[in-house]
């Protein structure tokens, strides 16, 4: 009986194993987690409000908010499709500018040393002050949302991908010359996939200050979008409708950093675990 036990207890170990890497170690553990996490505070926040009478016109239950989010489901959509693409233009303008920059300024010491200061001064300027700037210069509309999403965007995506072509291993450059290659052979073959990983790490931190930089862009100098359509709601103190624009708001910056981890594993299978 025990040398049965004894034989048992190795497979058991090693389901249990093979079950831990399937789930433990997998996206879908995350989402699992991090779903019933959100539940949990839902759950709170409803019986807190519940519980102590608060006044819709205050603080807004979840059941309220996440039920407009269906009644109103038309409106709030059409606004996060505005939002959504407003994110695209000016972080993909923001990449655009912010990595061969970022060669640039890593190649050439002078760029360094003259450039990334005024860089690091015009990313702090807090950008509601840039925003009525901006207002003056090109009017209210999705542009002046596009450049403000660019100025969120791209100082991370810069920082990450200076510190990227850094740590390139400079052996490397002398092994593929010394096999034949041209620089922009050694570029593309050896130097950007190895800094490609910290230029994601800034993109996935770039994206979510896109967000960022929307909402706030969307309450000062836009006409649709979901920070309009909150500050609308404001307006009118419906708190409801005010909550569930933050809740979608929400949702769009977890679909782009979602998108940005599927994108960093396509276009870098070898950092795969």
């Known amino acids: 009986?025990?040398?049965?036990?004894?034989?048992?207890?190795?497979?058991?170990?090693?389901?249990?194993?093979?079950?831990?890497?399937?789930?433990?170690?997998?996206?879908?553990?995350?989402?699992?987690?991090?779903?019933?996490?959100?539940?949990?505070?839902?759950?709170?926040?409803?019986?807190?409000?519940?519980?102590?009478?608060?006044?819709?016109?205050?603080?807004?239950?979840?059941?309220?908010?996440?039920?407009?989010?269906?009644?109103?489901?038309?409106?709030?959509?059409?606004?996060?499709?505005?939002?959504?693409?407003?994110?695209?233009?000016?972080?993909?303008?923001?990449?655009?500018?912010?990595?061969?920059?970022?060669?640039?300024?890593?190649?050439v010491g002078a760029l360094e040393r003259g450039l990334y200061p005024v860089i690091v001064f015009l990313n702090i300027m807090p950008k509601t002050v840039i925003g009525p700037i901006l207002i003056i210069w090109f009017g209210i509309g999705p542009l002046v949302a596009a450049l403000i999403v660019f100025l969120m965007s791209f100082f991370p995506v810069l920082v990450d991908s200076m510190s990227g072509f850094r740590l390139v291993d400079r052996r490397l450059f002398y092994i593929s010359r010394s096999m034949g290659a041209n620089p922009w052979q050694t570029f593309w073959k050896v130097r950007l996939p190895a800094a490609m990983p910290h230029i994601f790490s800034g993109m996935r931190i770039g994206v979510v200050k896109a967000v960022e930089g929307v909402i706030i862009a969307e309450f000062i100098a836009s006409n649709k979008g979901l920070g309009f359509m909150i500050v609308r709601a404001s307006a009118f103190m419906d708190m409801t409708l005010m909550f569930s624009g933050l809740v979608a708001a929400a949702i769009v910056a977890l679909i782009f950093n979602g998108a940005m981890s599927i994108i960093g594993q396509w276009l870098m299978p070898w950092s795969r675990h």
């Open 1 to 107: 009986m025990s040398q049965t036990a004894s034989a048992m207890a190795p497979a058991q170990t090693g389901t249990r194993a093979r079950l831990m890497a399937a789930f433990g170690g997998s996206y879908f553990s995350s989402v699992l987690i991090g779903t019933v996490a959100v539940l949990l505070l839902l759950g709170l926040w409803e019986a807190a409000l519940r519980f102590f009478e608060v006044p819709i016109w205050l603080a807004p239950k979840p059941s309220d908010f996440l039920a407009r989010l269906y009644t109103d489901r038309a409106l709030i959509a059409g606004h996060a499709f505005w939002t959504s693409l407003t994110i695209v233009e000016g972080f993909a303008l923001g990449v655009l500018v912010a990595i061969p920059l970022a060669l640039a300024i890593v190649s």
